[in-house]
Nanobody, 123 residues
Framework: QVQLVESGGGSVQAGGSLRLSCAAS????????KGWFRQAPGKAREFVAA????????YYTDSVKGRFTISRDNAKNTVYLQMNSLKPEDTADYYC????????????????WGQGTQVTVSS
């Protein structure tokens, strides 16, 4: 069983940065791939980034490549999403997810989800 708690959300102006954290409980944290997803008001939840259990493979949606970086520290049971050059269209609730099917974009491949943290980017 894995429980996930996100933090680090907030309000920022366009061009600014935020770092999201996702703290996990459970002894098997290091064996799970991790993903970040986001959901804007009135829209479906979409994939943002993913990282393999060992941190060697990362995967990003095109709209955040070069701006966002996913990383993990298994010793701290935490995965991060560094978000730079934020844009108003990045405004959404951001969710952390854990699964064991590889660092993939499909929501269905993740078994565990956090409650989300809100990110608001103003122009």
């Amino acid at each position: 069983q894995v429980q996930l708690v996100e933090s680090g959300g907030g309000s920022v102006q366009a061009g600014g940065s935020l770092r999201l954290s996702c703290a996990a409980s459970g002894r098997t944290f290091s064996t799970y791939d991790k993903g970040w997803f986001r959901q804007a008001p009135g829209k479906a939840r979409e994939f943002v980034a993913a990282i393999s259990w060992n941190g060697r493979t990362t995967y990003y949606t095109d709209s955040v490549k070069g701006r966002f970086t996913i990383s993990r520290d298994n010793a701290k049971n935490t995965v991060y999403l560094q978000m730079n050059s934020l844009k108003p269209e990045d405004t959404a609730d951001y969710y952390c997810a854990a699964g064991q099917n590889g660092p993939r974009a499909s929501r269905d491949l993740y078994a565990y989800w956090g409650q989300g943290t809100q990110v608001t980017v103003s122009s």
